[in-house]
């Protein structure tokens, strides 16, 4: 179906919704962007987009063939957390390179290209709820207001307000994994300018370059059981992360002792929606299918999705029929991405004699491990 002229409503401006909106204004139809925050910015730091993703953002034209603002990743080095001792180095997928992108600049970029193409954004915007009707999707507005359009997609993320709309109320599960996020600057680094994932009992350490090398991005996920609340931007203590991972020697206890200021961030899953769309309105992103960050591949599922769905518009008669198709090729891929990512929770925080074991095996096989997992980034959307 051609979407000249369509009207759609895009929940939720992160990576996910403001690509959607892009995507589609791109092909003639009428977006506007609801977001609830006062202005568009992502906490945190940096975000791996792997070739799958990659393939999406160029095809959007939002990156050029070399892409501006990322950093290309030369694989990824394997260390063992006592002294740092290199394990293995995971040369980067042969689907074509990762890049790292501070958040804030891959939305920064995502929020021009939409611009330039016409889409409207709307902050201070938060959606309570959305209505279907035969040939509409009625958003409404905490502040009383509605807005009409052909479709609504919600990119609202991992606490999507909407999916309760099409999937009842679900109770997030704790998955008793922390995440502390900071950045540094690189010339405070003592380790090599490529990414490591140092491993210990309970716990990983993962840091990349960011920003030409201007920064380092370090996230440091443990394992805990002590905690309530979901949320985001929970302020956390430099002194205690250190304490947490005063074990962890080699590159990763420079790196640590570096850090002035960093957020916590409480991993809780939803399953992938059993149900994404009810023919007017669909679920994108995180909405759809939050996963943990142990594949770097939650923005990269999102930038799929946002392929798909068009693809599905371009070829369907209806927005019916365009919304099932999208529900039908996408939840089979990320439930399989999903999965992948909760294994290697488990991988990466072994202890004792499996750790050695996996260490030895890591180091028998670890530069064709990469090969294990091209299947996600071999995969390409766009063609
Ligand atoms: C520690 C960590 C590291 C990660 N690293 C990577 C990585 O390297 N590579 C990768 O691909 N992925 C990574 N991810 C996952 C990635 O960050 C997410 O999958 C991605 O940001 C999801 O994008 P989204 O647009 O679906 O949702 P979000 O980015 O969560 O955006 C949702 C937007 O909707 C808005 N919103 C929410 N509710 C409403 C409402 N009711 N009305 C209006 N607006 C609303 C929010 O304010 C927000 O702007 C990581 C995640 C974590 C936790």
Redesign the pocket.
Known sequence: MKLDGLKFSV????????AAALALQQRGAQVTV????SA?T?V?A?????AN?MAVLRALNVVGKVPEAGQISHGTILRDYRKGRIISHLPGPAAGPTYYYH?ADLLELLHRAALKAGVEIRLD????RVLKHPTEAEVILDSGERLRSECAIA????????RPILNGVENPQFTHQI?W?ATIPWSQCQDTPRASLTMGPKRHVVTYPLRDQSLMNV?A?EERSDWQEEGWRLQGDPDDLRARFADFGGPVHDILAEVNESHL?A?FLRPVAQCWQNGRLAL????AH????FM???????LEDVWILIRSFEEQSGVKLALAAYEARRRPRAQQVVAAAGANARNFHLSGPMRLAAQAALMAVGSRLAQRYEWIYSYDATT
């Open positions: 929940i939720g401006g992160g990576i996910g919704g403001l609801l977001e609830q925050a568009l992502e945190g940096g975000l791996q987009i792997s993703g958040r915007a938060r959606v309570t990119a609202d993320g991992g606490r999507s307000a909407i995440a996020r996230v996920i961030w991993l994108l992103g995180d909405a939050p996963t943990l960050p770097a591949q939650g923005a990269c599922l999102a």
